[in-house]
């Protein structure tokens, strides 16, 4: 058996970070269904920026578009088409999975990420644009976000909320979620056919808090903490998610069928070359959770990943200790959270701009 497989007999569901137009038309993305039991496809604007930006196979397509149309349009229309292909191979996963996996993931724009109404705006017109059961629309963790998530998931929207870094920002997604599911059930709609995944970023916290520990005049106790602080973060995320998803305001949404806002691992590549390339996955195993690895990840995995059943809630007291360590050494873990959320919104900024000029450039090549 694969050991991809093997992960969903820990209750975890395996994703891939990736999509391009070849991946899903050459048939690799069936094979890694059939083969190592995929469960969803996660994108970005960073990873449309490389497919449609970097590489040859969207030269062709883009010659259909009439000149009067902007970039900005090109590229939905295309990145519409892929996700609609892709959704149309994990279907058959959502089907059988009765709609706990099987989705693909289309983020709204990075420029809205600070933008609650116009964030709502584009997510249901993305949703409608798509129009497939299996799509999730991706919004930002951000303090715009969140009261965006409550809204979209009352209206019967399936989130994922992506760049969340601090327990504290999960805490209220989660929130908005339960608060989205008792304003759709008030209203009418179905909430057992709801989904919803809340996209923690792993690797970066580790950079970022390494980065501070690596400036500390206390060597000994820095290198001791080096690495920690990433997997802690997440196991105390973890232990937040299963008292969030319990008690009696969850148990009567679970009585009409509501399916829990799972954790979802993203940022799972090792970006530290010391690190083990498998470290994000190996140490994230945990039931109910979501882990979305890039390609070179889950070819890492399934060569020669260690299965740690239950890994996520093992040694909780000791992510405690990691985190009370690392404010007792003057680290600044408020301000490294919110400095990653605000990198990321940039980051996809700028890739978004690259992937609009890319278009531009290759469609005057064409004229």
């Not at 891939?16 to 899903?24: A, G």
């Not at 089907?95 to 109404?117: I, Q």
């Not at 999960?170 to 759709?184: D, H, K, M, S």
């Not at 990653?340 to 978004?352: H, I, M, P, R, Y």
Request: charged share 25%; aromatic share 8%.
């Amino acid at each position: 058996m694969s050991r991809l497989k093997e992960l969903e007999e820990c209750g975890q569901s395996v994703w891939i970070d990736y999509l391009k137009r070849s991946f899903v038309e050459n048939g690799d993305l069936r094979r890694l269904i059939e083969r190592d039991g995929l469960k969803g496809l996660t994108s970005n604007p960073s990873i449309f920026e490389k497919a449609i930006g970097e590489g040859e196979e969207y030269r062709q397509p883009l010659t259909a578009f009439d000149a009067s149309r902007s970039a900005m349009d090109v590229y939905e229309s295309l990145a519409i088409a892929d996700i609609q292909s892709a959704a149309a191979e994990l279907r058959p996963v959502y089907d059988a999975s009765k709609g706990r996996d099987g989705y693909v993931s289309l983020e709204c724009s990075p420029y809205l990420a600070n933008d609650t109404e116009a964030t709502i705006a584009e997510a249901l017109r993305l949703h409608a644009a798509v129009d497939r059961p299996n799509l999730m629309v991706k919004v930002p963790g951000t303090p715009a976000g969140v009261p965006a998530i409550r809204h979209l998931i009352g209206k019967g929207v399936n989130v994922n909320i992506t760049l969340l870094f601090a327990v504290e920002a999960y805490e209220q997604v989660a929130e908005a979620y339960i608060a989205g599911l008792e304003e759709l059930q008030k209203a009418g709609g179905d909430i057992s056919r709801m989904a919803s995944v809340a996209s923690f970023f792993v690797s970066r916290v580790d950079t970022a808090i390494d980065a501070q520990l690596k400036t500390l005049s206390d060597k000994q106790a820095a290198e001791k903490l080096l690495g920690k602080g990433a997997i802690a973060n997440a196991k105390l995320a973890y232990a937040r998610y299963k008292v969030l998803f319990s008690g009696p305001r969850w148990e009567k949404l679970a009585s009409a069928g509501a399916k829990p806002q799972r954790l979802l691992w993203a940022s799972t590549s090792s970006k530290n070359p010391a690190f083990k390339d498998t470290i994000y996955v190996e140490e994230l195993i945990g039931r109910d959770t979501v882990n979305t690895v890039p390609p070179a990840t889950l070819d890492a995995f399934r060569d020669h990943g260690v299965i740690k059943p239950d890994a996520i809630e093992t040694d909780v007291a000791g992510a405690q200790a990691v985190f009370a360590a690392l404010k007792e050494h003057g680290v600044p873990l408020g301000e490294i959270m919110d400095k990653l959320v605000e990198d990321g919104v940039k980051l996809f900024s700028d890739a978004f701009d690259k992937l609009l000029g890319a278009i531009e450039k290759e469609r005057g090549k064409l004229q």
